[in-house]
């Protein structure tokens, strides 16, 4: 299926978690979502410009367990958004482990 950055948007807000661009408020308290776009690929026919592909990271941040990913699996499943797997890294914050899951979703923007 293919989606644009609004459907995303309203994705990610649906699991009631904070969701914030590129970096979250100082003093958030986990679990929370932060997305980012990493790059932008096109589209071409005719020597023209059909569609831009936006890439964005989704990036989960918890200090539970890879169970607390439910949430925004089944957000984006439900929304039927395609995503890659979803990686973690491990951090230390303030004595507290961190995880950082994240995955990419591809958007299209059409250009008339």
């Known amino acids: 299926m293919s ?3 609004e459907q995303l948007k309203s994705a990610l807000k649906s ?8 970096n979250a408020k100082l003093g958030t308290m986990y679990p929370y979502i932060v997305y980012s776009n990493v790059s932008k690929g096109k ?3 005719s020597s ?3 569609k ?16 607390d990913l439910v949430t925004i699996e089944n957000a984006l499943e ?4 395609p995503y890659k797997e979803f ?8 004595d507290e ?16």
């Open 3 to 5: 989606i644009n950055f």
């Open 15 to 22: 699991t009631k978690l904070p969701v914030f661009r590129d």
């Open 43 to 45: 589209k071409m026919a």
């Open 48 to 50: 023209k410009v059909h």
């Open 52 to 67: 831009r592909l936006p890439y964005y990271q989704i990036s989960f941040y918890t200090t539970g367990t890879e169970d």
């Open 78 to 81: 439900t929304a039927g958004i």
């Open 87 to 94: 990686v973690g890294i491990q951090g230390d914050e303030n």
């Open 97 to 112: 482990t961190v995880t950082n899951y994240y995955t990419y979703v591809r958007c299209i923007e059409y250009v008339w």
